[in-house]
């Protein structure tokens, strides 16, 4: 069964509004048998440096922990890439966990500039 955990960081330092809005968009999830890992969009944003931040939600449905060391990551929208870099993040969701997480894709990494609508985050 599919449980919420949040990294030890993320769990001293989150803000109560944050954690009800990641409390309710676990609570509405629903998993694709054929899917074994999924990043749904919480919010995006810029930070000071012009880099896009792009909080999501990393499901993991499958029986095996999933680590985002070396993965590709996108940031699409209407199936076009807009934002797209190699992770270095030392993340591990385990089994069978939804975590939240914060892309954070600089500013060199953007092909253009994002609407922030209908986006989709992509982790290959």
Known sequence: MQKLEFESAWDKTIARQDREEIERVF??????????????????????????????????YSTEPFSLIGKKVLYTEEEHTIGEMDSRYTLEVPAETSMPWTFIFPAASLRKQPSRELGKLIII
């Open 27 to 60: 609570s509405e999830l629903q998993s694709d048998e054929l899917v074994r890992q999924q990043a749904v969009i919480l919010k995006t944003a810029y930070n000071h440096r012009e880099e896009f931040l792009v909080m999501v939600l990393v499901n993991n």
